[in-house]
């Protein structure tokens, strides 16, 4: 029994199936304009068409130009940072330049002070040599003398 009542509604729903299936009329398909109008209709469909075209090369251009710009952008970045880290470079270098003439002032005075003692041990050092080769050359004659 149930098989028959499906049977049954199954037959009933492809009866309703079929029969919908031509539910077109011709009348509704065809439009009629006056020539003027055609006219006016397609050339608003070309420009339509041609805007599109244009809207998406537009487009497309602005994605490029951005993209350009931020690679400009990340370019000047670069350039700022290269030219910060040649500041610091020269700014370190200047650094070094006057630790190095510090260095040499240092060791100039230090040399000038070294001469002078240098100059004064000379100096004791021929006086002793005078000395006491006057009193070799006394103690000598005395010896002889005697």
Avoid: F, H
Wanted: aromatic content about 2%; cysteine-free; proline content about 1%.
């Amino acid at each position: 029994m149930q098989k028959l009542i499906l049977l049954i509604a199954i037959i009933l729903a492809s009866l309703t199936a079929s029969s919908q299936i031509v539910t077109k009329s011709t009348t509704d398909s065809v439009i009629t304009l006056p020539k003027n109008v055609a006219k006016e209709v397609v050339k608003d469909i070309m420009r339509n068409d041609s805007l599109e075209a244009e809207l998406k090369t537009s487009n497309a251009n602005q994605v490029l130009l951005k993209v350009s710009l931020s690679a400009s952008d990340s370019i000047i970045k670069s350039k700022d940072d290269i030219i910060k880290l040649w500041v610091l470079k020269e700014n370190n270098y200047l650094t070094i330049i006057d630790l190095k003439d510090q260095q040499k002032a240092n060791l100039e005075s230090l040399n000038k002070i070294i001469a002078a003692d240098l100059r004064k041990a000379k100096r004791k050092s021929t006086v002793k040599s005078i000395v006491s080769t006057a009193i070799i050359g006394a103690l000598t004659y005395l010896y002889i003398v005697k």
